[in-house]
């Protein structure tokens, strides 16, 4: 656990006295990461402010359960991808009970594909297929790849083994390559 | 890949990202799997070109969010809903949340069976659209549609598994494959 860790825990406490400025800097010091979790994984800035309100006010609400022995952002961030998974899930089972026009609502969201991501610089292409990962393998890139964090610690924020966390990465950075194939090759030239 | 080549996986990431710097054992092996599999060798090598793209991506700039608004909201909603302290319940108490629990934890499993009934139903939907496509002979070949439906549908797939696995990517590609069996 690190200083920053300790500090966290230090808030927390200080919280838990009464302190309400210290909930304030809870939100302060990880709304930003948070943000960028949840925007990676929803792919929407307005579904993510809705994620990250909403993860803080559950936060609240159960800080005083908190255990200590966790690292506050491994606990907030668990709170966060839950959020996500859920949306990601409630917007897919719409999406399935209406298969008849699965085709063409897959198509408007993903499939203006070729000449119009072609259009799009590498970040937004990149952002384009990350948005296209099965769920969990969003959240383990993008808390990976974007985050930094360790293996260990998206094992306990997504409840799964090292192991199948590792798995997952290793999906969605195949998944990935073949779909920025053509940028590869462009900078294989 | 073979099965033991994808125990290299872990390994090779490991290798990749720079987590064996002080595990030079670890590190050997991974090299000495990869003088000898060309396989795992030419997998190594894209993913290092995949994760150098990766890494020049810009990320967004969140600097000008409105991080203050965000606190706003958030102060004005938990104004009204203050923490919950633990709750320790008195013995008979506990007896009747466990019970509680319980009969959720069952409820929540019938849910999700029904889920996976829908599940299943959609999937059967998408299959049995793509044979009445074949017995009407509209569909591209019988080859075409074995290979769509084995590509899609591993016999031994869970199928919960499977629907969770598919990006929209997936299921797009899916169902355009499906209009084309249509004609």
């Known amino acids: 656990m690190n200083g920053s860790d300790h500090d966290d825990h230090q808030l927390i406490r200080r919280f838990l006295e009464g302190e309400r400025w210290a909930f304030d800097a809870l939100m302060t010091a990880h709304a930003p990461q948070a943000h960028r979790v949840a925007l990676g994984m929803l792919g929407d800035p307005d579904q993510a402010d809705d994620v990250v309100q909403e993860a803080f006010i559950r936060a609240h609400r159960a800080l005083p359960r908190f255990e200590f022995r966790s690292r506050f952002r491994t606990w907030l961030h668990r709170i966060v991808v839950n959020l996500c998974l859920g949306r990601i899930r409630r917007a897919r089972r719409v999406s399935l009970v209406s298969l008849g026009d ?55 924020i997504l409840g799964r083994s090292e192991g199948g966390v590792r798995a997952n990465y290793f999906q969605a950075l195949q998944k990935l390559r073949r779909a920025l194939a053509e940028h590869e090759e462009w900078d294989d030239e | 890949m073979s099965r033991s080549c994808r125990e290299w ?117 998408i299959e049995a659209s793509g044979r009445e496509a074949l017995a009407d002979g509209r569909a591209a070949s019988p080859q075409v549609m074995d290979a769509v439906l084995a590509e899609d549908y591993p016999v031994d797939a869970d199928v919960d598994q499977l629907i969770d696995d598919m990006s929209a990517d997936e299921l797009a590609a899916l169902a355009e494959r499906l209009e084309m069996l249509k004609g």
């Open chain 1, 102 to 156: 699965l085709a063409q609502r897959l198509r408007a969201r993903t499939g203006l594909p070729a000449r119009e991501l072609e259009r799009r610089d590498l970040g937004e292409r990149i952002e384009a297929a990350v948005i296209t990962l099965p769920p969990k393998q969003r959240a383990v890139f993008v808390m990976r790849q974007q985050e930094g964090l360790g293996y260990a610690e998206i094992a306990s």
């Open chain 2, 9 to 125: 996986r872990g390994p090779m990431l490991d290798l990749l990202e720079g987590e064996l710097e002080h595990d030079a054992a670890a590190a050997a092996r991974v090299r000495a799997h990869l003088d000898a599999c060309p396989v795992c060798a030419a997998e190594y090598a894209s993913l290092q070109r995949t994760l150098a793209l990766l890494a020049r991506r810009p990320l967004r700039d969140d600097a000008e969010r409105d991080w203050d608004g965000l606190r706003r909201r958030v102060q004005a909603e938990i104004a009204t809903d203050p923490p919950r302290r633990r709750f320790r319940p008195a013995p008979i108490l506990a007896v009747t949340a466990a019970a509680a629990a319980l009969a959720l934890v069952l409820l929540w499993g019938a849910g999700r069976l029904t889920g996976r009934g829908e599940q299943r139903r959609v999937l059967s939907q």
